[in-house]
């Protein structure tokens, strides 16, 4: 249908919905039933088959298969047969890794869609955008990505930028009345919007037409993005490690296999050894725990209320140095209360919290009656009027949907009487100029029942006194002279070294036939009426987060627009300022080029009254000293500063789509503290990779040593093929991935952050590879050449004792590497995930070992009682060693 062409009252008869109290919950439901979910068509999935047989194209599967093919064509059909079955036995892992990845993802998409305000029952609430519906009413403002295809039928200014769609990137004005044209392109459809195109500026209200693959984008579907799989830089680096591995154990093949030959060995005999190199060599279960270890940061993360969009931040959290944090909401508690009122140099005090509207004003601790004080009533239904926010009444709780500081004000009112409903009664709204974050100021114009026209101006008090020319003093307005603007600004001062954020308020009368378009011309030769001081209390647990950041050595950064006083009052309470900490203005901030500002911005704790704009240089400045920036940020112009940080930080409750859209992390609850929590867990994540690529490493070196002292010694081989692909499989894996879900150690926030370009074996993690590795290949060679010259007759059994000898070498050796230190600074039992991974790896090397059927195929026997305690000995020597030197150096 035409919508365009529709008047509103057609539309709404048309679509069977009420503009003024939305759909019924049971009725959304019924036409969910009959339209679908409102989201596109993802295309044809990947079948299970698919995936499944998708894990055979592993080079290393590749290497196993051709090693399983010279087993069969030389009779060894046991050997291949048993090749063939954990080969199978690995891409179930591998498929069921894969699967459980695609539904992290799907969890993560879920997080990460957008929402929209939808008016259900008469009431605004909050819900998923695939959960709109055909006839649903929906409202949306700058920063807000439109949910579906709509009618518009309320525009305030409304700007949409859609050219997503059309290409066009001017920002498209849009109106409510009808164009009577059936042949409009989307981009002349000024009365319309589109699902995925973005809210530039104003606000509106708009009625669902379209949902879903019925939608303007659902018919251009290839035009949306779809998240593309991101690999970090680790994993990079890691798949280069992978392929230098491969390279090495193909080499180390030939060398085995040439050297033996050379020295009179069967070419039979050689290709084993060869194909048992190369399979030592090439750590199979790295990728994959890589991506599991990865996978469950993530979830972790998003149990402490930080959703990671872009995983290579996961990363980069270990690295960050700075943390520049906005105040509201995220510092402090967000839940702002008018405590003071200032006009014409009297105070009024406020009692009362939160958004319950119970409260009395006072003056001298006088009661003071609102409604007989005409100053203190223009003050406070003004600010009513100048508002989006509703306080609703829930389970017999006051709850606010909109912005804490325009509730507060709201509150302020109700408490004195007033109710917005009533306002609006009384008062028609004629226009609307937006708050915008450059001009600090929002601005309504009102007619009330006399037809007297009025612009009513809240804003920022610095900003609003410069548009003033006149105030109230005693009820009368008096010329703004240096004197009474000398007077408003201690009031301001006053109030905010109270802590206390100040909104000001101000109006003019204008003609009844005037019509203003521009808020230029409205925001001009204002009458200022007085000020409002909020408190936002900081969160309580935000103090000790900024502490730990300090003792790892990350400096926190207070942004805000509020006032300098106010700002530094807020950042001492925290820990982020002290009495010779730097605080910064705007003002003084758009003086200074870059150059000027990396030279000082290392020194400065608080920058105040401040634009989104400036986060860009406050953020370029730190970079340019060598600092990883964390950035947080909620409104559209945020997102450029968001984009340019090393870790963008939106917030989830207050953040439009665009600064979540630019960021790598959302954090849910917009908590300062739900950062600290995702350094940490960022920081833990780096440290438990390193661990199982310590173990993985050290244990695969020790296998490769174990084949090669054996042919450089010429002796006969102390593992088959097939010994060492279960080790590979199942005593490195198990515990590796338990690696990955360990706690972090005490001294995770006692460190300073990581280096961005420190490398994979830093800190001397590639000489604990090749020692540790060095010392199981030696214990195991030793207790081979142990059993073998005990009985030179029997090679199965000294292969028995070299396998068991290496797998308990492994298995103690991955406690040891659970610390930097040693193993004997964190409690064995501190990851109970390790200690069963390592029961079980144990168990699985003790079944092939015992099991009648099981020894024919891995060509071993049951080991003597007598042996155990030497084999115990070999395999403890490597750990013990170390962990001796550790005490030794701790002495001294």
């Known amino acids: 249908m035409n919508y365009h062409e529709m008047h509103e009252k057609e539309v709404e008869q048309t679509l069977n919905t009420d503009f003024s109290a939305g759909l019924t919950e049971e009725e959304a439901e019924k036409r969910r039933k009959k339209f679908g979910f409102n989201e596109l068509d993802e295309g044809e999935k ?54 459980r990845a695609e539904k992290s993802l799907s969890a993560l998409k879920e997080l990460s869609q957008p929402h929209v305000h939808a008016l259900r029952n008469g009431e605004w609430i909050n819900i998923l955008s695939k959960e709109l519906v055909p006839g649903d009413v929906i409202k949306f403002a700058s920063g807000d990505r439109i949910g579906a295809d709509v009618r518009i039928i309320e525009s305030r200014s409304l700007e949409v930028e859609e050219s997503a769609l ?70 990079r680096r890691l798949e280069q490690l992978g392929k230098i591995l491969i390279v090495t154990a193909l080499l180390l093949t030939v060398l085995v296999v040439v050297i033996g030959v050379l020295q009179g060995n069967d070419l039979y ?21 890589v991506t599991i270890a990865l996978s469950l940061g993530v979830q972790k993360m998003i149990r402490k209320n930080a959703v990671v969009r872009k995983l290579p931040a996961v990363e980069t959290l270990g690295c960050a140095s700075v943390i520049c944090s906005d105040k509201t909401g995220t510092l402090t508690q967000n839940k702002m209360t008018v405590t003071r009122a200032w006009i014409g140099g009297k105070t009024y005090t406020v009692d009362g919290t939160g958004y319950e509207p119970q409260g009395k004003y006072y003056v001298d601790e006088k009661i003071v009656e609102p409604t007989k004080d005409k100053a203190l009533q223009q003050l406070l239904t003004f600010g009513m009027l100048c508002n989006h926010a509703e306080i609703l009444q829930k389970d017999g709780e006051y709850v606010l949907n909109g912005d804490p500081t325009e509730g507060a004000i709201l509150v302020a009112g109700m408490k004195a009487g007033f109710t917005r409903n009533q306002l609006l009664n009384q008062f028609t709204i004629v226009n ?35 548009q003033s020319k006149s105030i109230l003093f005693e009820n009368r307005s008096t010329v703004l002279g240096s004197e009474q603007k000398k007077v408003v600004q201690e009031a301001i001062n006053g109030l905010a070294s109270q802590a206390l954020r100040t909104i000001a308020v101000g109006y003019k009368e ?31 647990e935000v103090k000790q987060a900024v502490k730990e950041c300090k003792e790892a050595g990350i400096k926190t950064v207070m942004i805000t627009g509020d006032h300098v006083i106010t700002a530094k009052a807020i950042a001492k309470q925290l820990g982020i300022a002290n009495n010779r900490s730097k605080v910064m203005e705007g003002k003084e901030l758009s003086d200074l080029s870059l150059n000027e500002l990396e030279d000082i911005v290392e020194d400065v704790s608080v920058f105040a009254r401040v634009s989104p704009e400036h986060k860009l240089k406050i953020v370029q400045a730190f970079q340019n000293r060598g600092h990883v920036v964390a950035m947080t940020g909620d409104g559209v112009n945020d997102a450029p500063a968001i984009k340019k940080a090393n870790i963008g930080i939106a917030m989830g409750i207050t953040g439009t789509d665009v600064a979540k859209e630019a960021s790598s992390l959302v954090l849910m609850d917009d908590n300062f503290a739900s950062i600290k929590a995702a350094i940490v867990e960022g920081r833990n994540i780096y440290e438990n990779i390193r661990k199982f690529i310590r173990y993985l490493l050290a244990s695969n070196v020790g296998e490769i040593l174990v084949m090669l002292f054996a042919m450089l010694l010429a002796m006969p081989l102390p593992l088959v093929p ?41 800190r001397g993690l590639g000489w604990k590879v090749i020692s540790r590795g060095f010392l199981i290949g030696v214990s195991t060679i030793l207790a081979f050449m142990f059993a073998y010259d005990n009985n030179p007759e029997n090679l199965e059994y000294a292969q028995t004792v070299a396998f068991i000898t290496l797998v308990l070498a492994q298995l103690i050796h991955v406690f040891d590497c659970r610390s930097e230190k040693s193993i004997l600074s964190r409690n064995p039992f501190g990851n109970m995930y390790l200690v ?9 090397a003790l079944v092939v070992i015992y099991v009648p059927f099981l020894q024919e195929i891995f060509h071993t026997l049951p080991i003597a009682m007598k042996d155990w305690p030497m084999i115990i000995g070999f395999a403890s020597v490597p750990t013990f060693l170390l962990a001796g030197s550790f005490l030794l150096s701790k002495s001294k």
């Open 46 to 99: 990947q079948s299970l088959l698919l995936i499944f047989f998708s894990q055979f194209k592993d080079f290393m599967v590749l290497v196993l298969l051709a090693a399983t093919l010279v087993s069969g064509l030389l009779g060894e059909y046991i050997d291949a047969i048993a090749i063939i079955a954990i080969i199978i036995l690995n891409s179930f892992l591998g498929f069921f890794q894969e699967i």
């Open 166 to 235: 059309t290409g066009e990137s001017v920002p498209v004005p849009k109106t409510v009345s009808a164009i009577k044209n059936n042949n409009l392109a989307l981009g002349d459809m000024e009365n319309m919007g589109f699902m995925g195109t973005m809210v530039s500026r104003g606000s509106g209200v708009g009625v669902v037409i379209g949902t879903g693959m019925k939608t303007a984008m659902g018919q251009i579907a290839d035009l949306l993005q779809n998240a593309d799989s991101v690999t970090t830089p680790l994993q």
């Open 269 to 289: 005999t050689m290709v084993l050894a060869g194909v048992s190199l190369a399979v030592a060599a090439i750590p199979e279960g790295l990728p994959a725990i």
């Open 432 to 466: 609307e100029f937006p708050f915008d974050s450059t001009r600090k100021m929002m601005s309504v114009i009102v007619k009330d029942p006399t037809g007297r026209q009025f612009v009513v101006t809240k804003g920022a008090p610095d900003v609003l006194i410069g």
């Open 510 to 540: 204008i003609s009844a036939n005037t019509i203003i378009l521009h808020e230029r011309e409205a925001e001009k030769d204002l009458v200022f009426i007085g000020l409002q001081g909020i408190i936002d209390p900081p969160r309580p």
């Open 722 to 762: 097939i010994q060492i692909l279960w080790v590979n499989l199942v005593t490195d894996g198990l515990p590796a991935m338990a690696l990955g879900l360990d706690r972090p150690e005490d001294n995770v926030m006692k460190r300073g952050p990581r280096s961005p370009n420190e490398g994979v074996f830093s």
């Open 836 to 844: 069963w991974a390592v029961i079980s790896s144990l168990v699985l």
